[in-house]
Nanobody, 121 residues
């Protein structure tokens, strides 16, 4: 059993910044991908960014050059630095991680409860 908890969301003005954090806890053997999905009001959930265990990062086109995803393997934590925020960045951001728990042979996707980011217009 593992748990992912997000933090850092809130209300910001256009052009502002936020740093989201997500901590994975539990009996964890290893973590492959860690990253973030987001879901805007009335929209489907979309992949925002992720980082592999080897440090390779991937971003949705709308996030490139404005967002930075990173991870701290020692702390089982993934971050999303959101710069120059736009109104269209308003969404619930969900942390996810592909995790192999101790005693398990396979990796399984895990999801956080989400944190709200609201960008004022």
């Amino acid at each position: 059993q593992v748990q992912l908890v997000e933090s850092g969301g809130g209300l910001v003005q256009i052009g502002g910044s936020l740093r989201l954090s997500c901590v994975a806890s539990g009996i964890i053997s290893s973590i492959a991908r860690m990253g973030w999905y987001r879901q805007a009001p009335g929209k489907q959930r979309e992949l925002a960014a992720f980082v592999t265990s080897g440090g390779t990062t991937n971003y949705a086109d709308s996030l490139k050059c404005r967002f930075t995803v990173s991870r701290d393997n020692a702390k089982n934590t993934v971050y999303l630095q959101n710069n120059t925020l736009k109104p269209e960045d308003t969404a619930v951001y969900y942390c996810y991680a592909s995790i192999k728990s101790t005693g398990s042979r396979n990796y399984y996707d895990n999801w956080g409860q989400g944190t709200q980011v609201t960008v004022s217009s």
